[in-house]
């Protein structure tokens, strides 16, 4: 990979790591429940859906997934239910009147990574975008493998810095909204976006052959 094209890439992974997504509002929501450092664990399994949905468009599995209707539907439907419910779950969450601090259920590091892992591996949304994308940074003429390393480590690295930030924001938001209202207006804020990204994502088609 040419310097220049690892230069373009870079660029454009700090954009679409910057843009508001599902990824950031889970780590915002870990975040402001669990702190920056459980929130880590969260942000561990986005990386792993993040390389996921790279490795399947990088292999070219990604048309395959688009050219059929039925795969398509069943991820599109699933990462859907599966925003929806963590939505329903930050909207939900209690507040407590003592220290005005918000708490979603208890999840264990295991089901943060995995709420991770699915929010980032069940969008098809990521699929169609890394299909359209990643080919213009691969140069057909050198070994896909080290292409495709080189390209996961550079997303991953700049996502993890970037989806750190949002959870240590939601953090010092906690501290700043101290009391109960606050914190569950901003409960219910973080809940109905997830449950908004789940419903736009189920509205979501792909785009014809």
């Known amino acids: 990979m040419r310097l220049e094209v690892w230069w373009a890439y870079f660029f454009a992974c700090w954009a679409i790591a910057l843009s508001p997504g599902s990824g950031a509002v889970l780590s ?95 969008n098809p949304k990521g699929i169609v975008f890394m299909v359209a994308v990643l080919p213009q940074f691969i140069d057909p003429g050198r070994p896909l493998g080290m292409q495709l390393l080189i390209l996961a480590l550079t997303m991953c690295t700049v996502d993890v810095i970037v989806m750190h930030g949002y959870a240590a924001l939601a953090a010092r938001l906690q501290g700043l909204l101290c009391t109960p209202g606050a914190m569950r207006w901003l409960n219910r804020t973080l809940g109905g976006v997830l449950m908004g990204m789940g419903a736009a994502l189920a509205a979501f088609k792909r785009q014809p052959l």
């Open 28 to 122: 915002m929501s870990h975040g402001l429940s669990y702190g920056v450092r459980a929130a880590s664990v969260t942000i561990a399994g986005l990386q792993v859906g993040l390389v996921l949905v790279l490795l399947i468009a990088g292999a070219g599995l990604g048309a395959l997934l688009l050219a059929s209707e039925t795969a398509f539907a069943v991820v599109k439907w699933a990462g859907a239910a599966y925003l929806v419910w963590l939505g329903l779950q930050q909207w939900r969450a209690g507040v407590s009147i003592t220290n005005a601090a918000q708490r979603l259920p208890p999840l264990s590091a295991r089901r943060r990574f995995l709420s991770g892992l699915l929010t980032n591996a069940t």
